[in-house]
C-alpha cells in the first residue's frame, strides 16, 4: 500500500514538470498542421497530340499547381505545332512542303532530328524518321483505310524512306530528297512528355506524371511519399492490365500494334511500319521501354518493336541505360532486362 501510494506522488510530480513540455508539443503540431497544408495532387488533362494528355502533380498550393499544369499543357501544344506532319505550317509540313529544298528549322528541332538519326544508325534503320511516304500511304493517322497498299504502291513508297539521305545543314536547315516525307510520329509525344516534365521543374514542382496517351514520365513521389504506380495496357483487352510497375524518376512507353490498326481478311495491319518492307512488324505485340528520358524511351520501343524479336532483344541487352519488355505476337514476354525482374508485377489475368 504505501509502495503504491509512493509511486502516485511520483507520477503526479513527474506529469506536474512535463505538462508544460507536452502541452507546448501539442499547441505546436496543431498550430502547424493549421497553417501548412498538406501536398496534395492537383491534375488537368486535354487532348493533344492526337491523345489525351494527362498531367498530375504534387504541391501544397492550388495556385502553384494551376500555373504549372497550364504551362505544361502548353508546352505540350507548342511541340505539336512544330513537330505535327499533317498542321500547315508546323516545322516538319514546311520541311515537306518544300522537299529538294534547305528548309530554315529551329535548334531543338535539329537537336532532335540529330538524335533520332543516332537512333537510325544504332538500329540499323529499323527506327527511321523519313517513313513518312509509307505513313502517308497506310493512312493511319487519317484513318482512311481499310485495305492494305498494293505491293507496287508499297515499293514505290519504301524507295523514298532513308534517314541517311536527310541533310542538316549549318543555319540549322534541312534538306530532304524531293519525294521524302519526314514523320516524328515514333520520338515526338514522348519529347513532348520530357518538354512537359522540364516546365513542370521550372515551377519548383519536384513530384509530378505526364502522361501523352501511354507515354509515361515521372519525378520524384505521390502525394503519400510512395512511387508512382503504372500499369501497362492488355494489349488485346483495352480495359484490363497486363503487369504493373512503380517508378520515380523515370520514363515508360510502350508501343503496341493495338494503338491503331486494321483486320483485313484476318490479319492485323499497324501503324509501326518495318521500312526495309512497308510492311507492318510482324514479330510483337508490344515492346515496353523503360528510360531516363520519354523520347529516348519512345523512340527505342518503335526501334526495337520493328527490329522483331532475335535483333530486338540484342539491342535492348546493348542499348546502355534502357530496360526493355518485348512481348510476342502470341502475347508472351520473349524478353525482360534483369533489372525489371522482379520490380514488374504481372497481373494475374493479362495475357500481354
Ligand atoms: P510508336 O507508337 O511510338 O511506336 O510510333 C508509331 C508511329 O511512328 C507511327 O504512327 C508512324 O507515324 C511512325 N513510325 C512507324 N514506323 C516507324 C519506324 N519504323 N520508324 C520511325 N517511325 C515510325
Ligand atoms: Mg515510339
Known amino acids: 500500500m504505501r509502495r503504491t501510494n509512493f509511486n502516485y506522488r511520483q507520477l503526479a510530480v513527474l506529469a506536474a514538470r512535463t505538462f508544460p513540455l507536452i502541452w ?11 497553417s501548412k497544408p498538406s501536398p496534395r495532387l492537383y491534375r488537368r488533362s486535354q487532348l493533344l497530340m492526337g491523345t489525351l494528355v494527362e498531367i498530375k502533380v504534387v504541391t501544397d498550393h492550388q495556385e ?10 502548353g508546352e505540350i501544344k507548342r511541340i505539336e505545332e512544330l513537330m505535327s506532319r499533317s498542321r500547315p505550317e508546323s516545322e516538319i509540313w514546311k520541311i515537306n512542303h518544300s522537299a529538294g529544298r534547305p528548309a530554315a528549322i529551329s535548334r531543338e528541332l535539329a537537336s532532335l532530328l540529330e538524335d533520332a538519326r543516332k537512333i537510325g544508325e544504332s538500329s540499323a534503320g529499323a527506327f527511321d524518321v523519313s517513313i513518312g511516304a509509307l505513313s ?6 487519317e484513318g482512311n483505310r481499310s485495305v492494305p497498299p498494293t505491293p507496287s504502291e508499297l515499293a514505290q513508297a ?7 539521305k536527310i541533310e542538316l545543314l549549318s543555319g540549322p536547315q534541312v534538306v530532304i530528297p524531293p519525294r521524302m516525307r519526314l514523320d516524328l510520329g515514333a520520338i515526338a509525344k514522348g519529347y513532348a512528355v520530357d518538354c512537359a516534365i522540364n516546365t513542370l521543374q521550372s515551377y519548383g514542382l519536384t513530384g509530378a506524371l505526364v502522361d501523352a496517351g501511354g507515354d509515361i514520365r515521372v519525378i520524384g513521389r505521390r502525394a503519400d511519399g510512395k512511387r508512382w504506380h503504372i500499369g501497362l495496357q492488355n494489349s488485346r483487352d483495352r480495359d484490363k492490365i497486363s503487369a504493373t510497375i512503380r517508378l520515380a524518376d523515370q520514363a515508360i512507353v510502350t508501343s503496341g500494334d493495338y494503338e491503331r490498326y486494321f483486320i483485313y481478311q484476318g490479319v ?13 512488324a510482324r514479330d510483337c505485340q508490344s515492346v515496353t521501354v523503360l528510360a531516363n528520358t520519354a523520347a529516348k524511351a519512345d523512340a527505342w520501343a518503335t526501334a526495337i518493336f520493328v527490329s522483331g524479336l532475335e535483333k530486338g532483344a540484342e539491342l535492348a541487352s546493348k542499348v546502355s541505360d534502357i530496360e526493355v519488355v518485348i512481348v510476342d505476337i502470341t502475347g508472351k514476354i520473349h524478353y525482360l532486362s534483369p533489372a525489371l525482374e522482379g520490380r514488374l508485377q504481372i497481373a494475374q489475368e493479362g495475357s500481354g
Do not use: M, N
Not at 507546448?24 to 493549421?34: H, K
Not at 502517308?136 to 493517322?141: A, I, P, Q, S, V
Not at 519504301?158 to 541517311?164: G, K
Open 24 to 34: 507546448g508539443l501539442v499547441c505546436v503540431a496543431v498550430w502547424g498542421c493549421g
Open 64 to 73: 502553384k499547381a494551376d500555373r504549372a499544369l497550364e504551362a505544361a499543357l
Open 136 to 141: 502517308l500511304l497506310w493512312g493511319f493517322e
Open 158 to 164: 519504301s524507295r523514298q524512306v532513308d534517314y541517311r
Open 268 to 280: 492485323r495491319y499497324h501503324h509501326i511500319l518495318d521500312p526495309k518492307t512497308g510492311y507492318p
